[in-house]
């Protein structure tokens, strides 16, 4: 059983004794006694309490899906001009294709990670240094060119892998037989995205030996970067959830997500072709 279910097991078991205790200990009046009426509010307050715990679990969930099948930022989707909205992306996805900027927090000493997370981190996000600035600034240079780049090549390999004989499903907006792919085509307007995910005709073994076989892509859980990224989330980033809550989120056993980069697609396909020979 997932925890989100226990949890709803849980807050069920929990207002049916508030109901029972109520009805036990009200008089004919319809009036209990002032120590039975607080024991009566804290089980009321358990059972809220319990509601908000499986809020936020469904929302990490939601996220967990949302991960899996990621469009790329800002930069593809077309703004709702009904209304004015700030919005803000992180500058280690697409941005910039060093990979190095924010990674460098966990070199430092540890009162200065301190610092930056507790304090700069929490009040108004990562101020860079002027080293790091610089960086930014080379990679917007060429940020356009990187991230249609990449767009395009996802949609390419979205449509070969979803030919592929040893795939099972291809998860991905800018293919039509996405259930995403109206809404896609109505706010992304120049590409769908560079993450996709895919399941193998295989097992969690056998699609995890995928990512042992590859040699130009690397076995990376980022998303965003100039190269292309293949990761096993099962076996990795959600290697932690039981069976149910992995379903539950969209993980399933034999899926593999992929981030795609610059390199040129006929190149790509090839190293992933050259993996699925393995299945």
Request: hydrophobic share 35%; proline share 3%.
């Amino acid at each position: 059983m997932s925890k989100i279910l226990e949890m709803r097991q849980k807050r069920a078991e929990v207002w049916d004794k508030a109901r029972a205790f109520l009805d036990e200990h009200t008089n004919e009046n319809g009036v209990m006694t002032a120590e039975d009426s607080q024991q009566y509010e804290r089980m009321e307050q358990e059972v809220v309490d319990l509601g908000h715990t499986i809020d936020r679990m469904e929302r990490a969930e939601q996220m967990d899906r949302e991960m899996n099948e990621r469009v790329s930022p800002n930069l593809a989707s077309r703004p709702m001009r009904t209304q004015e909205t700030l919005r803000g992306i992180a500058s280690t996805e697409y941005r910039n294709a060093f990979w190095k900027h924010m990674r460098d927090i966990d070199r430092r000493s540890p009162e200065v990670r301190n610092a930056l997370q507790v304090g700069t981190l929490s009040e108004g996000g990562y101020t860079v240094p002027d080293e790091f600035e610089h960086q930014l600034i080379q990679g917007l240079e060429t940020l356009s060119l990187r991230v249609q780049r990449t767009v395009d090549n996802a949609l390419e390999l979205a449509g070969w892998l979803e030919k592929h004989p040893k795939i099972e499903h291809v998860s991905y907006p800018g293919l039509k037989s996405s259930k995403y792919h109206t809404l896609a085509k109505k706010y992304l307007r120049n590409g769908f995205g560079g993450v996709l995910t895919f399941r193998v005709k295989g097992s969690a073994e056998q699609a995890s030996k995928i990512v042992d076989n590859l040699g130009l892509i690397s076995h990376l859980a980022n998303v965003g970067d100039a190269k292309t990224l293949l990761i096993h989330p099962a076996s990795t980033t959600h290697a932690q959830l039981g069976e149910q809550e992995l379903a539950a989120s969209g993980v399933y056993p034999n899926l593999l997500r992929l981030s795609l980069g610059i390199e040129h697609i006929d190149d790509i396909k090839e190293d992933l072709n050259e993996a699925l020979k393995h299945l």
